[in-house]
């Protein structure tokens, strides 16, 4: 199984940034793909960013050139580095990873969440 955990968040002013860590623990070497998804007060959890194996990356439209996904494979960690930060991005930001075990059934596993609160 894979454990995740989230750092962090915080409160920002408009326009400032923050970096958001997720670090994995347990059949690390399983992750196919790892993803950041946020869910708002009164909406839906949505998917930000996602990165797989492969090299592939997701961003929804509305982060596109503000925020940055990237993973350190040696330290497990999965980063979201988020640029000019807007008040509509305030949400629970969760870390999530896709992974496969050993009968080949994939899985998926979801950190604590971490919230971001962005002040006008």
């Known amino acids: 199984q894979v454990q995740l955990v989230e750092s962090g968040g915080g409160l920002v002013q408009a326009g400032g940034s923050l970096r958001l860590s997720c670090t994995a623990s347990?059949?690390?070497?399983?992750?196919?793909?790892m993803g950041w998804h946020r869910q708002a007060p009164g909406r839906q959890r949505e998917l930000v960013a996602g990165?797989?194996?492969?090299?592939?990356?997701y961003y929804r439209d509305s982060v596109k050139g503000r925020f940055t996904i990237s993973r350190d494979i040696a330290k497990a960690t999965a980063y979201l580095q988020m640029n000019n930060l807007k008040p509509e991005d305030t949400a629970v930001y969760s870390c999530?990873?896709?992974?496969?075990?050993?009968?080949?059934?994939?899985?998926?596993?979801w950190g604590q969440g971490t919230q971001v609160t962005v002040s006008s």
């Open positions: 999530n990873a896709d992974y496969s075990d050993s009968d080949g059934l994939e899985l998926s596993s």
């Open positions: 347990g059949s690390i070497f399983s992750i196919n793909s």
């Open positions: 990165l797989t194996n492969g090299g592939s990356y």
